[in-house]
Antibody, heavy 118, light 113 residues
Framework: EVQLVESGGGLVQPGGSLRLSCAASGFTFSSYWMSWVRQAPGKGLEWVANIKQDGSEKYYVDSVKGRFTISRDNAKNSLYLQMNSLRAEDTAVYYC???????????WGQGTLVTVSS | DIVMTQSPDSLAVSLGERATINCKSSQSVLYSSNNKNYLAWYQQKPGQPPKLLIYWASTRESGVPDRFSGSGSGTDFTLTISSLQAEDVAVYYCQQYYSTQFTFGPGTKVDIK
């Protein structure tokens, strides 16, 4: 059974940093692109970033470029999102998701809440 | 960026009736080399992560009831629920994966009339 479990969310002050993790199981992690998608409270879905199987390609939504870094450790079956210079507008539930063949997300985690507030 | 829009923002349909949601992309998401539309549909219920319904604009994900269908090509797409059931109350999103920067539509909320 495919499982994606996010962790690392919490309350952080504006300008602060946070690192999210996603533990994957039930599939060959190193064979898949991986994604982060976020959802602000009461709002719609926003794709944040994708990373290729070997980490050689990474793509970001413009609003997080230069502040967020997606990475992965295939030996640990883990996906990460390093978030720096956090802003109030980054407040959201962050989902880890698996894009099938670099396309649609066929599996999603339950999400982890990040709150940026003083 | 490819901008996705959806209409309507919300709709209320009687049980057993048809629900139709429209999605439009700011540029074509049809890849000419394989003649595939790089568009997916998701369903999200309160407090849950999204669930994949449709990919390649019209291919139903395994296990998704056949009352859900997707159609369209290029820039204009439709998700149809042929006979609305109570468990279909949710927000529905389209998403393009044509460009390296994926984008979602703003969502359409479906309720029971």
């Amino acid at each position: 059974e495919v499982q994606l479990v996010e962790s690392g969310g919490g309350l952080v002050q504006p300008g602060g940093s946070l690192r999210l993790s996603c533990a994957a199981s039930g599939f060959t992690f190193s064979s898949y692109w991986m994604s982060w998608v976020r959802q602000a409270p009461g709002k719609g879905l926003e794709w944040v970033a994708n990373i290729k199987q070997d980490g050689s390609e990474k793509y970001y939504v413009d609003s997080v470029k230069g502040r967020f870094t997606i990475s992965r450790d295939n030996a640990k079956n883990s996906l990460y999102l390093q978030m720096n210079s956090l802003r109030a507008e980054d407040t959201a539930v962050y989902y880890c998701a698996r894009p099938y063949s670099s396309g649609w997300n066929d599996y999603w985690g339950q999400g982890t809440l990040v709150t940026v507030s003083s | 960026d490819i901008v996705m829009t959806q209409s309507p923002d919300s709709l209320a349909v009687s049980l057993g009736e048809r629900a139709t949601i429209n999605c439009k992309s700011s540029q074509s998401v049809l890849y000419s080399s394989n003649n595939k539309n790089y568009l997916a549909w998701y369903q999200q219920k309160p407090g849950q992560p999204p669930k994949l319904l449709i990919y390649w604009a019209s291919t139903r994900e395994s296990g998704v009831p056949d009352r859900f269908s997707g159609s369209g090509s290029g820039t204009d797409f439709t998700l149809t629920i042929s006979s609305l059931q109570a468990e279909d109350v949710a927000v529905y999103y389209c998403q393009q994966y044509y460009s390296t920067q994926f984008t979602f539509g703003p969502g359409t909320k479906v309720d029971i009339k």
